[in-house]
Nanobody
Framework: QVQLVESGGGLVQAGASLRLSCTTSRLPFSRYSMGWFRQAPGKDREFVAVSRWSGDAIYYADSVKGRFTISRDNAKNTVYLQMNSLKSEDTAVYYC??????????????????WGQGTQVTVSS
């Protein structure tokens, strides 16, 4: 079945950087928009960023705009999230998700068909 596996999380100090990766298998990757979401303790899952399947559109949550960058490598079936200038409020479990095939990208979690297991990011202040 389809699998999404995140990696790259960890414990860092405020101001540091991390790069998350999400590698997929058994997914027609180039036909799926790929998103990143996060969930902090006691909070709802929230949208972070999305890269449209066609490669012509990227969208970020206001809270991460200018600090985070989403990118994808269709040859490796992998989507990345480069996170710079991390803040304590970025602490959360980060999930990648796939929406498709060939749909317009969405910021709503319920639109996504497949999810990874999540990777913990902890930012100490």
């Amino acid at each position: 079945q389809v699998q999404l596996v995140e990696s790259g999380g960890g414990l860092v100090q405020a101001g540091a950087s991390l790069r998350l990766s999400c590698t997929t298998s058994r997914l027609p990757f180039s036909r799926y928009s790929m998103g990143w979401f996060r969930q902090a303790p006691g909070k709802d899952r929230e949208f972070v960023a999305v890269s449209r399947w066609s490669g012509d559109a990227i969208y970020y949550a206001d809270s991460v705009k200018g600090r985070f960058t989403i990118s994808r490598d269709n040859a490796k079936n992998t989507v990345y999230l480069q996170m710079n200038s991390l803040k304590s409020e970025d602490t959360a479990v980060y999930y990648c998700a796939a929406d498709g095939p060939l749909t317009s990208f969405s910021t709503a979690a319920h639109d996504y068909d497949y999810w990874g297991q999540g990777t913990q990011v902890t930012v100490s202040s």
